[in-house]
């Protein structure tokens, strides 16, 4: 049985500091039809959010600067600020622990995935959090 792209394409933003972890979220993204776009830091994603709308963001939970939660907050002051629908944010990280999970979830996440993630984990997440075009 063959994946079925979205009429549109889900727009989706993966903040990873790794390289590799980066590329990885990118093939598997578009192998279930998304549009992918990737930055290396919370800094860089505030800055492309700014200009950029997308449908959904992976945060991962540790990175230099600012790590996922100081990321997520801070998208979260600005959709406040802007009046703007919340746009959901997935952690990522390689910590399955309940204090990760609950740092993600308090800074505005609406769920989070341990690493890796598999293509039938992020197949769930597009299918919860992103339009049904």
């Known amino acids: 049985m063959s994946e079925t792209a979205p009429a549109v ?5 993966v903040v990873e500091d790794n390289a590799f972890n ?3 979220m990118l093939s598997l993204l578009s192998a279930l039809g998304a549009a992918a776009e990737a930055v290396a830091d919370g800094e860089e994603a505030l800055a492309l959010l700014a200009d950029r709308d997308f449908d959904l963001a992976f945060l991962d939970f540790n990175m ?11 998208v979260r002051a600005r959709e406040t600020a802007a009046g703007r629908v919340a746009m959901p944010l997935i952690g990522l990280t390689g910590d399955s622990g309940l204090d990760t999970e609950d ?11 341990v690493k890796p993630a598999s293509i039938h984990d992020l197949r769930t ?4 959090w992103t339009p049904k075009t």
């Open 9 to 13: 394409p889900p727009r989706v933003l």
């Open 125 to 128: 997440v597009l299918a919860r």
């Open 64 to 74: 230099p600067g600012l790590n996922g939660p100081e990321t997520a907050a801070a």
């Open 103 to 113: 740092a993600c979830l308090q800074a505005g996440m609406n769920e989070v995935l």
């Open 22 to 24: 980066r590329q990885v």
